[in-house]
C-alpha cells in the first residue's frame, strides 16, 4: 500500500555530521550530504512541506539535531527512520587554495546503509511509486548491500514507469567503491532514471569505453564547473555558461545545488537548457561561501528565477 505522504519530491540517501574549515585553522560541526543539499536547496526553491528526505537516523542527540535543522529548512521528513541505539556518520571536508575539496570519512555502523533492507523499506519504495520526483545518487547506492542496491533500483524504474520524474547523480566517490563495481550498478540507475546529473570527469572514470549516460538516459547534464554545463536532451546539445565567480571559496556541495535548481526549473516547465541556466547560477552561489550550504539571505532572489516557466 502507498503510505499517505503529503511531499511530491522525495531525495534518497544519507546525512552525516561534516567537520568543516571555519578558515582560522579550525573546525565547525555541521550537517552534510549530496542527497541531503539537494533536498534542503529543493525545499528552499519550491516551498516547505513539498520535499521529503528518505533516511534512517539513530536516537542520539546528533540525529536530533539533523531532524530539527531538516525540519526548519521545511524539509518533511515523515519517511525519516529513527533506529533506537544507532547514531549518524562523520565525515571531514578539507579544501586547498582554489577551493577543491577532499573527504575523510567515518562511516561505521550509519543506520542509513540498510534503508532497504531493515525496518519499514516497503514504506520507502511505497512512497517512491507515488511520488512526482525521485532522486537519488551514487552515493545512495554505495552505501547499500546489493540486496538494497537491488530495491533502490528497482523502486526508482517502479516510480518512473508511473509517471514520476526520476533523476540520478552518480556522484562518484573512489573511497566508497572500485570504479569497475561502480560502473556495473551506476548503468542499471541510468537505465532506471530519466535524467542524468553527471560530469565528465565521472563519465570517463566509470565508462572510458563510452556507454555511460548518453547511451542510457534520455536527458542528460554533464556539469563543467566554472565551464558552464551541457544538456543533451531530445537529440539537440545546448552549452550553458556559468556566472563568473570574484573568488571560490569552497566547491563543497555546488553540484547538489545545481541539482535542485534544476530539478526545480523543470519540475516548473522550465526546458531542460533554462534548468542548466539556473542550476549554474545557484552553483556559482554556492562556491563563493564556505560549506554545503550557504544561507538563505544568498539566494533569496533566486526563487522566482529558479522555478518560473520559461526559457
Do not use: K
Request: aromatic share 6%; charged share 20%.
Amino acid at each position: 500500500m502507498t503510505p499517505d505522504v503529503h511531499c511530491g519530491v522525495l531525495c534518497i540517501g544519507e546525512c552525516m555530521a561534516e567537520l568543516s574549515g571555519d578558515g582560522a585553522g579550525g573546525y565547525r560541526l555541521g550537517f552534510g550530504g549530496d542527497t541531503l543539499n539537494t533536498a534542503l536547496y529543493l525545499a528552499r526553491l519550491i516551498g516547505p512541506g513539498r520535499v521529503g528526505y528518505v533516511t534512517r537516523l539513530g536516537d542520539d542527540r546528533h540525529s536530533a539535531a539533523m531532524r530539527a535543522a531538516w525540519e526548519a529548512e521545511g524539509i518533511d521528513c515523515s519517511l525519516v527512520e529513527t533506529v533506537p541505539g544507532a547514531t549518524v556518520g562523520l565525515y571531514a571536508i578539507d579544501t586547498d587554495a582554489a577551493g577543491e575539496r577532499s573527504f575523510t570519512y567515518w562511516r561505521g555502523e550509519a543506520p542509513a546503509r540498510d534503508l532497504f533492507t531493515r525496518g519499514d523499506w516497503q514504506m520507502r519504495t511505497g512512497a517512491m511509486a507515488g511520488a512526482r520526483l525521485v532522486y537519488f545518487s551514487g552515493i545512495s547506492l554505495a552505501i547499500l548491500p546489493e540486496p538494497g542496491r537491488e530495491r533502490l533500483i528497482g523502486a526508482a524504474a517502479a516510480a518512473r514507469a508511473a509517471g514520476a520524474i526520476v533523476a540520478f547523480d552518480p556522484n562518484y566517490r573512489p573511497r566508497l567503491w572500485p570504479a569497475a563495481g561502480a560502473a556495473a550498478w551506476i548503468a542499471r540507475a541510468y537505465a532506471a532514471a530519466g535524467i542524468a546529473l553527471t560530469s565528465p570527469d565521472e563519465e570517463a572514470a566509470l565508462f572510458p569505453e563510452g556507454g555511460g549516460a548518453l547511451a542510457r538516459c534520455p536527458e542528460v547534464v554533464a556539469r563543467a564547473g566554472a565551464a558552464g554545463a551541457t544538456v543533451r536532451a531530445g537529440g539537440a546539445a545546448v552549452a550553458v555558461a556559468a556566472p563568473a565567480v570574484a573568488r571560490v571559496v569552497d566547491t563543497t556541495g555546488a553540484g547538489d545545488a545545481f541539482n535542485a535548481a534544476y530539478l526545480a526549473a523543470r519540475l516548473a516547465g522550465r526546458p531542460p537548457a533554462g534548468a542548466a541556466r539556473a542550476g549554474c547560477e545557484l552553483g556559482a552561489r554556492v562556491v563563493a561561501h564556505r560549506g554545503a550550504v550557504i544561507p538563505r539571505a544568498a539566494m533569496a532572489d533566486l526563487t522566482g528565477e529558479v522555478t518560473h516557466a520559461g526559457t
